[in-house]
């Protein structure tokens, strides 16, 4: 028996570096964007009960050194006083437009619903997407943004962050997955297989968004306003990345870990409806990881062949540790690659607990 673990568990370590090995497409990529643009873009926000968030966060998006810009801010329904905040920007700035949106029977608190209304009042073709919480990184994020959309290019995937908690392990572990996210949409995207992007940080031009038909596909799912769309949508020769360190935006994390679950088991609640050939590849990549670590533990308790096992492990560590350290250097969110062992382990099993919890009962809305 003790055999049998073994080789399942060499098997594993195969498949994870593979993966890692991809995963360098990304990590040693020394892209840089194409040049200046000067496209006429729309800033799209969807906001619900953000008032506070508004305040803080579209100053900056307002703020961008950028000369043809619109910013549409969408009121989802809000509770709070979020249109009256909307009202007194629009009254300050003209290159602010208001949606208002009621809800309705048959799209009660769907945000593709209010996304629609949003893209349909936008002026110009080439729409950037971002949330009310989100915080661009430098007066360059449009222009960055922008010069993806050259070439042809009618998706730009870029980096959604959250901003840095040194004194919170709950706040390196959310940025660890974000990170790991990235790392893996970005690389697939290097590799000719885009399959997601994040609302934080994503453009697409309304061309490609009506040629699509828009969220009609998945209307009927509360999330994938984002990754479902891109999963449909891009290809090869559609997409850019855009890993700038200008071009990134950040978000304000969950505060508790019940409130991050609950966000995580709504992203994941839409990975079943990706393409069959993305389910198959990231499920293999969490299988091949959870095995790896619980045939680890076996292993090493029996003290089978300890030093080919140990051995094995360091090299998959090492392998991962570099794609860690050269990805979280191009996205700036190097303080959490020293932890990455542990927390890789502690989100390998969150997910676990997540993918029970969603076979269950699965999210509901949006916000």
């Known amino acids: 028996m003790a055999t049998i673990l073994l080789g399942f568990f060499l098997l594993f370590s195969i498949i994870i570096l593979g993966f890692y090995l991809a995963f360098f497409a990304f990590a040693k990529d020394k892209s840089i964007n194409p040049g200046e643009a000067n496209l006429p873009v729309s800033v799209i926000v969807?906001?619900?009960?953000?008032?506070?968030?508004?305040?803080?966060?579209?100053?900056?998006?307002?703020?961008?050194?950028?000369?043809?810009f619109e910013v549409i801010i969408i009121n989802d329904a809000s509770l709070d006083n979020t249109l009256e905040v909307i009202e007194e920007f629009?009254?300050?700035?003209?290159?602010?437009?208001?949606?208002?949106?009621?809800?309705?029977?048959?799209?009660?608190?769907?945000?593709?619903?209010?996304?629609?209304?949003?893209?349909?009042?936008a002026q110009h073709p080439y729409l950037i997407f971002t949330d009310a919480d989100c915080a661009p990184q430098s007066r360059n994020w449009i222009r960055h943004?922008?010069?993806?959309?050259?070439?042809?290019k009618s998706i730009v995937l870029g980096y959604g962050g959250y901003f840095k908690n040194s004194k919170s392990l709950l706040n390196k572990l959310i940025r660890f997955e974000t990170l790991l996210t990235?790392?893996?949409?970005?690389?697939?995207?290097?590799?000719?297989?885009?399959?997601?992007?994040?609302?934080?940080?994503?453009?697409?031009?309304?061309?490609?968004?009506?040629?699509?038909?828009?969220?009609?596909?998945?209307?009927?799912?509360?999330?994938?306003?984002?990754?479902?769309?891109?999963?449909?949508?891009?290809?090869?020769?559609?997409?850019?990345?855009?890993?700038?360190?200008?071009?990134?935006?950040?978000?304000?994390?969950?505060?508790?870990l019940k409130s991050w679950l609950h966000q995580k088991r709504r992203h994941a609640s839409?990975?079943?409806?990706?393409?069959?050939?993305?389910?198959?590849?990231?499920?293999?990549?969490?299988?091949?990881?959870f095995f790896f670590w619980i045939l680890l533990a076996i292993l090493l308790v029996l003290q089978y062949q300890w030093q080919l096992v140990l051995g094995c492990a360091a090299l998959v560590l090492l392998v991962q540790a570099i794609v860690y350290a050269k990805s979280a250097q191009k996205l700036q969110e190097t303080d959490v690659?020293?932890?990455?062992?542990?927390l890789e382990v502690f989100l390998i099993f969150t997910q676990f607990g997540i993918f029970i919890a969603n076979s269950i009962s699965k999210p509901r809305h949006w916000k």
């Open 145 to 152: 943004m922008a010069t993806g959309f050259q070439q042809e």
């Open 46 to 68: 969807c906001a619900k009960n953000e008032a506070e968030n508004l305040k803080n966060f579209l100053p900056p998006i307002l703020d961008q050194d950028y000369p043809n």
């Open 182 to 256: 990235a790392i893996q949409y970005f690389s697939y995207a290097k590799l000719g297989n885009p399959y997601m992007g994040v609302g934080r940080n994503l453009a697409y031009t309304s061309k490609q968004f009506y040629d699509q038909k828009g969220f009609a596909n998945h209307l009927h799912l509360r999330s994938g306003d984002d990754d479902l769309f891109v999963n449909e949508a891009a290809n090869f020769e559609n997409t850019f990345i855009c890993h700038h360190p200008e071009a990134s935006t950040r978000s304000v994390p969950k505060a508790d």
């Open 90 to 121: 629009q009254a300050l700035d003209g290159r602010v437009k208001l949606v208002d949106v009621q809800n309705n029977e048959a799209f009660w608190a769907n945000k593709k619903y209010a996304l629609t209304l949003g893209i349909k009042k």
């Open 337 to 342: 690659v020293w932890l990455f062992p542990f």
């Open 270 to 289: 839409v990975a079943g409806f990706y393409k069959t050939k993305d389910k198959v590849l990231l499920g293999l990549f969490y299988a091949s990881r």
